[in-house]
């Protein structure tokens, strides 16, 4: 699977979007791109997955870049309770183990 | 949406014993399990991938004989961890996956501490 680079961290006023970022150059053409994200002390929660095309679900926007090299999730209203460790995931199809990196530390500020 | 429960959420026990962790797919049925290892301050890392019916595939390092596997159905497996050491505390967390291009779901995780 390939590999994907994060941010160690982001701050985020509450109420307004969070963007995180994501990069996987070496992406293959049948990788989706999967977001999960872990509240501290619980197991991890998962957000969102795309392919090629922009999802959008009640959580969450994910925007993949044409070439499929970049994502970035997207929470679009941050409230306190998104503070969280938020990975990004490439993996081929929905079968398989899931490699978790470092993520990004999202803490979302009053 | 897919729901995945894990029990017990915290175990404390004196080194030695041996602990079980259930996990259990509540509304689908999970032809495959996973089970990762977090210590504090570090990412998941996953020990064994479970198919039900057949013996779990354990990653490079993971002692198979100190982690026993069981997914007897399709909505269970299990975890035993035997003659637990403190070096053994940490948190376990499992995961379940549908059939299809659905992705995975995450138990709430077990925090073993062995005294």
């Known amino acids: 699977d390939a590999k994907t680079t994060q941010p160690t961290s982001m701050d985020c006023a509450e109420g307004r979007a969070a963007n995180l970022p994501c990069n996987h150059s070496?992406?293959?053409?049948?990788?989706?791109v999967y977001w999960y994200r872990q509240i501290h002390s619980q197991g991890p929660q998962y957000i969102i997955h795309?392919?090629?095309n922009n999802e959008t679900n009640e959580m969450a926007s994910l925007i993949i870049t044409e070439d499929r090299k970049s994502s970035t999730l997207i929470l679009p209203h941050a409230t306190l309770r998104d503070t969280a460790v938020y990975y990004c995931?490439?993996?081929?199809?929905?079968?398989?183990?899931?490699?978790f990196g470092k993520g990004t530390k999202l803490s979302v500020k009053p | 949406g897919a729901v995945v429960s894990q029990h017990p959420s915290w175990v404390i026990c004196k080194s030695g014993t041996s602990v079980k962790i259930e996990c259990r797919s509540l509304?689908?049925?999970?032809?495959?399990m996973f089970w990762y290892r977090q210590f504090p301050k570090q990412s998941l890392m996953l020990m064994a991938t479970?198919?039900?019916?057949?013996?779990?595939?354990?990653e490079q390092g993971v002692e198979k004989d100190k982690f026993l596997i069981n997914h007897a159905s399709l909505t269970l497996s299990t975890l035993t961890v035997t003659s637990a050491h403190p070096e053994d505390s940490s948190f376990y967390i499992c995961?379940?996956?549908?059939?299809?291009?659905?992705?995975?779901?995450f138990g709430d995780g077990t925090r073993l501490s062995i005294l």
């Open positions: 995961s379940a996956s549908h059939e299809g291009d659905q992705p995975q779901h």
């Open positions: 070496t992406i293959s053409g049948n990788e989706y």
């Open positions: 795309g392919l090629k």
């Open positions: 995931i490439v993996r081929v199809g929905s079968q398989g183990n899931l490699i």
């Open positions: 509304d689908f049925q999970a032809t495959t």
């Open positions: 479970s198919n039900e019916g057949s013996k779990a595939t354990y």
